[in-house]
């Protein structure tokens, strides 16, 4: 798959990751940075939630995955955390899954 063709894949998948709080989805609240789509199917973002002490943060990275890792084309999803109390923990949560073989 191109990863022009990937990268609206994952665009549009992101647009449907909706904040519970907000209403909002994750795009708009600009709260993915830095969204790197590999040759080889490969994704890897900076998710900054709203605030250092977000309550959501674990359940909206969760659902960032989540949305990422069921499309077709994607082999890996790597999340960076910044601007969160819980950082690293939340980036081992986030990035514990093997890659899709």
């Known amino acids: 798959m191109e990863p022009g063709t990937l990268k609206e ?9 909706i904040d519970p709080e907000t209403g909002l989805n994750v795009m708009r ?9 590999g040759q080889d199917g490969s994704v890897s973002m900076v998710f900054r939630p709203s605030s250092p ?3 959501m943060a674990y ?3 969760n659902s960032i995955r989540n949305s990422l890792e069921t499309l077709e084309g994607v082999t890996s ?6 601007n969160f109390h819980r950082a690293e923990h ?3 949560v986030l990035n514990k899954s ?4």
């Open 53 to 55: 002490v977000c309550p």
């Open 9 to 17: 894949k994952v665009g549009e998948a992101l647009s449907n990751v």
């Open 29 to 37: 609240m600009d709260l993915i940075h830095d969204l790197q789509i």
């Open 98 to 101: 093997e890659p899709k073989s």
């Open 90 to 92: 939340l980036e081992t």
């Open 77 to 82: 999803v790597t999340i960076q955390v910044e």
């Open 59 to 61: 359940t909206l990275g």
